[in-house]
């Protein structure tokens, strides 16, 4: 019987860490993510800042997977409607409410998507494949979000919303690239 009660303690010990480290993980990709909206680059004829939140997004789900990934972006979502000012320097419903609101709600989804079809040291095509489906899904909404909010049509929400980030896309995708497909460690 004290051997059973000893496995169950030590089960019950590994449950514990597991759950504690899948909770840092889940909290630090809110606070990354946070982080990453306040490297922005304004521009000047667009209300969408160049932020590197997109980059963490995806290495959410890169590291945590995808339930853990989306949850983590979810954190951050609340965060900041609750109003703490994560969203590229300001806070609050209203924000997440305006031109960049579909952005902000892809975040999980792609977060989820990558984390559940993506693991460290898959294949280059396969990892490109999907961490590229993810940015379609964060453009997708965020476009149609920002067409509803400023009142212009698809083509002005390409031109204000798509066209100019997808320089800083492809860069920000390749680097979480590189977090997926590592060269084998040598010994």
């Given amino acids: 019987m004290q051997e059973t009660s000893l496995s169950l303690d030590r089960g019950a010990s590994l449950w514990r860490a597991t759950t504690g480290r899948r909770v840092v993980g889940i909290a630090a990709f809110a606070v990354l993510t946070a982080i990453g909206a306040f490297i922005r680059i304004p521009l000047p004829f667009t209300p969408v800042p160049i932020t590197l939140q997109t980059f963490f997004v995806l290495a959410s789900g890169i590291y945590l997977g995808g339930r853990d990934a989306a ?100 860069i920000k995708t390749g680097a979480a690239l590189a977090l997926v497909v590592r060269p084998p460690i040598r010994r």
């Fill in 71 to 170: 949850l983590s972006q979810v954190l951050y979502l609340t965060l900041g409607v609750a109003g703490l000012p994560v969203f590229a320097g300001a806070g609050g419903l209203a924000h997440a409410m305006g031109p960049t609101g579909g952005f902000l709600l892809a975040f999980p989804i792609a977060a989820w998507l990558v984390g559940s079809s993506v693991k460290p040291g898959d294949r280059l095509a396969r990892a490109a494949f999907v961490l590229i489906a993810a940015d379609v899904v964060i453009f997708a909404l965020g476009a149609t979000w920002f067409a509803a909010a400023m009142g212009v049509g698809l083509e002005g929400a390409l031109a204000l919303a798509v066209l100019p980030f997808l320089p800083g896309t492809v």
